[in-house]
């Protein structure tokens, strides 16, 4: 879920303070790519809408169908608020460089449309060879 820098920084300090302290830190961050930000929202809405719902909603259901049920009162522009929608490579560096800059130590990418493709293809051409 899609958190603020504020947000992932309290996590972070909370965690140091309770045992972590110069422990690695890893985030899993969530986005969905696409060509244009309506494409990225309808591919993020169809198959990763789940994360408009809190986490405590989510963690009996045992059915697609149940998961289904509990988001058919999310809209695509709900996904705007827990994924980041990315269409180039500044959005998701500048993504990438929050996250770090509140201390995590390893940040693993996770697209979560279908084009899995054309994902790794702008992670190839854009995005990769921007990396220190």
Same mark, same amino acid.
């Given at each position: 879920? =899609?958190?603020?820098?504020?947000? &992932?920084?309290?996590?972070? +300090?909370? #965690? %140091?303070e309770? /045992? /972590?302290?110069?422990? @690695?830190?890893?985030? %899993?961050?969530?986005?969905?790519?696409?060509?244009?930000?309506?494409?990225?929202?309808?591919?993020?809405?169809? +198959?990763? =809408?789940?994360?408009?719902? @809190? @986490?405590? %909603?989510?963690?009996?259901? =045992?059915? *697609?169908?149940?998961?289904?049920?509990?988001?058919?009162?999310?809209? *695509?522009?709900?996904?705007?608020?827990?994924?980041?929608?990315?269409? $180039?490579?500044?959005? !998701?560096?500048?993504?990438?460089?929050?996250?770090?800059?509140?201390?995590?130590?390893?940040i #693993?990418?996770?697209?979560?449309? =279908? $084009? %899995?493709?054309?994902? &790794?293809?702008?992670?190839?051409? $854009?995005?990769? +060879?921007? !990396? @220190?």
């Amino acid at each position: 879920m =899609r958190k603020s820098k504020a947000e &992932l920084s309290e996590l972070v +300090q909370l #965690y %140091q303070e309770n /045992g /972590g302290e110069g422990k @690695p830190l890893a985030l %899993q961050l969530q986005v969905s790519w696409a060509k244009s930000k309506e494409e990225a929202r309808m591919a993020a809405w169809e +198959q990763w =809408r789940h994360a408009a719902v @809190p @986490p405590a %909603q989510l963690a009996d259901l =045992r059915r *697609p169908e149940d998961f289904d049920s509990i988001t058919s009162n999310v809209a *695509p522009a709900d996904i705007d608020d827990v994924i980041h929608l990315v269409i $180039d490579a500044d959005e !998701l560096l500048a993504a990438i460089e929050e996250c770090a800059s509140c201390g995590f130590n390893e940040i #693993y990418i996770h697209n979560v449309s =279908r $084009d %899995q493709i054309g994902f &790794l293809n702008f992670m190839k051409l $854009d995005v990769l +060879q921007s !990396l @220190p």
